[in-house]
């Protein structure tokens, strides 16, 4: 018989909380609206389905500024609050020390808690591709530090001050760091 190794399980499941910084590119149609980034807190549950693939869900809760940029001065609108929720599939290969990870999938955002001008507007919810890139790095056997950066497609449409539609698109890149904590 050979000896008993220290092997740590290959799959097993992780719930993650990261703290997300988004910097932001943002358009609109017609021109002149835009939202502002957010510091929000992040979680996730990450379940393996083979050796080298994982699916991970994740929720955030965002607030966002939304300005109207006039042709005199800028003026606020009010805030929004976003609920972003990600599947995404990932390729995880089997690495010893640091585990880096590579994922795609869907953003299906929905935006509520509306303030200032913005609480009388109904805004649709989003759906859209969402790109995730990463690295694990276990601290002790059910422990470990989690960085991860995504990139996705959001938007919404609202109605503007003149009855005229408003699309307003957020193309967030989202930097975060967290912990997992093995199941």
């Avoid at 940029?69 to 990932?90: D, F, N, R, T, W």
């Avoid at 950066?149 to 003149?162: C, L, N, S, V």
């Amino acid at each position: 018989p050979l000896p008993a190794q220290n092997v740590e399980p290959i799959l097993s499941s992780c719930f993650t909380t990261r703290l997300t910084g988004t910097g932001l590119s943002h358009s609109s149609e017609p021109k002149g609206y835009k939202a502002y980034s957010s510091i929000h807190l992040e979680i996730g549950v990450r379940r393996p389905l083979t050796s080298s693939l994982a699916m991970e869900l994740d929720l955030a809760h965002e607030s966002r500024e939304v300005d109207w940029m006039g042709p005199e001065k800028e003026e606020s609108l009010g805030s929004i609050e976003l609920l972003p929720v990600h599947l995404m599939l990932q390729y995880r290969p089997s690495l010893r020390t640091w585990r880096p990870y590579i994922g795609a999938g869907v953003n299906y955002t929905l935006f509520w808690e509306k303030s200032g001008e913005l609480n009388s507007k109904k805004l649709s919810p989003s759906a859209g591709p969402i790109l995730q890139l990463g690295v694990d790095r276990p601290l002790t056997s059910h422990i470990l530090l989690n960085l991860d950066i995504k990139f996705m497609r959001m938007k919404t449409d609202f109605e503007g001050r003149q009855k005229e539609q408003i699309e307003l698109s957020i193309h967030p890149t989202a930097l975060g760091i967290g912990l997992g904590f093995k199941l």
